[in-house]
C-alpha cells in the first residue's frame, strides 16, 4: 500500500502537473464542466447538478479514476469541476476554473482527514455553517474555502412527493412488507470484511417475535463488511444492500444506526432514530462531539434495548421531534431543498 502511495505520488509530480500545465495553454471552454467519481457512474451529489446543467446547454463530461489523464488535460480547459473524488494538490485550478469538492458526507461523527487535497479546490460545500471548522480542519485548507451550500442529494427530502415515490419503490421491491411499517438499520462501514461477522450481531428470532405483527426490517449493511442476515424465506428481516441510501432513508418509518452520516441526512425527515454504538468503547476513532450527547435518538446496547428504542419510537408515541429537530438545525441548516440551485448560481451564476 505505501509503495502503491508513492507511485501515485511520483505519477501525479512527473505526469499529471506537467500535462495539466500545457493544457492550460489553452484558453478555458466557458461551457465546459467536469464531474469526476467512482466506476459506477454519478453519484447521488453530482447526478442533481449534471441534469440541470445538461439542461443550460453546458457540455457536461464524467470522469472515473481509470481515465485520470484524459481527465487532467480536459480539466486544464474546464469552466468548473464538480468532484466526489480526490485532486492532488499538484493540479491547483487556474484562474476562471471553479473546483467543488462534494466527495465527503452530509455530516460526521468521527474526525477525517483529506489533507492530501485540500489546497486544490476552490470550494468544499458544508451542510450548515457549524461544520466550517471541522471540514477545514479535515482539508488542512484556508476556511473561506468551506461554503454552506448544502449538498445536492438532500434536496430530495424536502419534496414531499419525490420521497413518497422513493418509500413506494421500497414497498414495490419488498412487498412482503406490506403495510407493517419500514425499520432500516444501517450501520457503519467497520473497516473489515468479517467486522461485522464478530459483534453486534442482531437476536433476529427475538426481534420478529417481538415486533414483526408491526415492523418490517430492512438492512443495509455499509460494504464490504455485511451483517449476517437470516435465511431469505423470511418475512422480517429484507436484505436492502441493494438499494440507494437515499431510496431506503425516504421509506424509513426509524433509522437504527450508529456512526453513519446518513443519520445527518435522515434528520431532515424528522423522524425517529436508535443509535446502537455496541462498540464504542473499543472504537479507535475520535469524535467531534461527546458521542453519547450528541446523537438526536435513544442508545441501545443489545437486542432488547432495541426491540424497547423501536415500540417507544413508533408505536407508544414517546418521540420527541424536537430533538432531532435541534440537530438538524446545527449539522444541516443549509440543506433545505435548495443546495442544487444554490451551488449552481454561486459557481456558475446560472
Not at 466506476?39 to 470522469?63: H, K, S, V, W
Not at 450501520?187 to 450481531?201: I, L, Q, S
Request: glycine share 8%; charged share 20%; aromatic share 12%.
Amino acid at each position: 500500500m505505501r509503495n502503491q502511495s508513492i507511485l501515485r505520488r511520483i505519477q501525479q509530480k512527473l505526469l499529471w502537473a506537467p500535462v495539466y500545465r500545457i493544457g492550460c495553454l489553452r484558453g478555458i471552454n466557458p461551457t465546459l464542466v467536469l464531474f469526476a467519481g467512482g466506476p459506477e457512474g454519478p453519484d447521488a451529489n453530482l447526478l442533481p447538478l449534471m441534469e440541470r446543467l445538461a439542461g443550460e446547454g453546458y457540455d457536461c463530461r464524467y470522469f472515473s479514476g481509470g481515465r485520470a489523464l484524459k481527465f487532467i488535460w480536459t480539466y486544464a480547459r474546464a469552466r468548473a469541476a464538480f468532484l466526489a473524488d480526490a485532486l492532488p494538490n499538484d493540479c491547483r485550478p487556474r484562474p476562471g476554473t471553479a473546483v467543488v469538492q462534494l466527495r465527503h458526507g452530509c455530516g460526521s461523527f468521527r474526525r477525517a482527514d483529506y489533507s492530501a487535497q485540500g489546497r486544490a479546490y476552490t470550494h468544499i460545500c458544508a451542510c450548515a455553517p457549524d461544520l466550517l471548522p471541522q471540514l477545514a480542519e479535515a482539508y488542512a485548507c484556508d476556511p473561506a474555502v468551506i461554503v454552506p451550500w448544502g449538498m445536492p442529494r438532500t434536496d430530495i427530502y424536502c419534496n414531499a412527493a419525490k420521497v413518497e415515490e422513493y418509500r413506494q419503490m421500497v414497498l414495490e421491491a419488498f412487498p412482503g412488507i406490506g403495510g407493517r411499517k419500514i425499520v432500516l438499520y444501517a450501520p457503519a462501514f467497520r473497516g473489515e470484511p468479517d467486522a461485522a461477522r464478530r459483534d453486534g450481531v442482531l437476536d433476529y428470532d427475538a426481534l420478529s417475535r417481538e415486533l414483526d405483527a408491526g415492523c418490517a426490517l430492512l438492512i443495509r449493511s455499509a460494504p464490504p463488511a455485511r451483517t449476517p442476515l437470516p435465511p431469505p424465506d423470511w418475512d422480517f428481516v429484507f436484505d436492502a444492500a441493494g438499494l440507494p441510501a437515499e431510496t431506503l432513508l425516504c421509506a424509513a418509518d426509524l433509522l437504527i444506526s450508529d456512526y453513519s452520516p446518513l443519520v445527518f441526512e435522515y434528520a431532515l425527515l424528522g423522524r425517529p432514530m436508535l443509535f446502537y454504538p455496541y462498540d464504542l468503547e473499543t472504537r479507535g476513532h475520535s469524535f467531534h462531539f461527546p458521542y453519547l450527547r450528541f446523537v438526536p435518538g435513544d442508545l441501545a446496547w443489545d437486542t432488547e434495548d432495541i426491540i424497547a428504542g423501536v415500540r417507544r419510537g413508533l408505536f407508544e408515541g414517546q418521540f420527541d421531534p424536537a430533538r432531532v429537530q435541534a440537530f438538524r438545525g446545527q449539522f444541516m441548516s443549509a440543506c433545505d431543498g435548495h443546495a442544487t440551485e444554490r451551488i449552481l448560481h454561486n459557481v456558475l451564476n446560472i
